[in-house]
């Protein structure tokens, strides 16, 4: 498997961030795995590097944190508005097969 897994499906992609946001994983595997660039699209590359950024700061990634920091850095309508990153989580948690293949290769665990 190449360093960085490239996304290319939009699904998938949902899938990876709203499992992000939805918290109880360990974001270290996924964070070494891919980088903002690896996002087809922009707004979810957004969305990746504001996770990022706020691992870095330590701050707990969850759901009204991201929304926050989304919109103190004027971002927010970049990555589709707050109902998009929402629904990010049940996509999340309702793609039972993408959410399975993606904790298998993640090495996320309990997902």
């Known amino acids: 498997m190449d360093a960085q897994l490239h996304l290319s499906n939009i699904e998938a992609e949902r899938v ?3 499992g992000l946001i939805m918290g109880g994983h360990s974001t270290s595997s996924v964070t070494q ?3 903002p660039d690896d996002f087809y699209r922009e707004g979810h590359s957004i969305l990746y590097q504001t996770i990022m950024d706020m691992l870095a700061e330590n701050i707990l990634i969850e759901l ?3 929304v926050s920091k989304l919109i103190s850095s004027q971002q927010i309508d970049k990555v589709g508005g707050t109902n998009y990153v929402a629904n990010l989580i049940n996509q999340f948690r309702s793609d039972a097969r993408s959410r399975s293949s993606l ?3 993640c090495g996320w665990e309990g997902s």
């Open 103 to 105: 904790t298998e290769s």
């Open 33 to 35: 795995l891919l980088v």
């Open 16 to 18: 990876v961030l709203g």
């Open 64 to 66: 009204p944190a991201v």
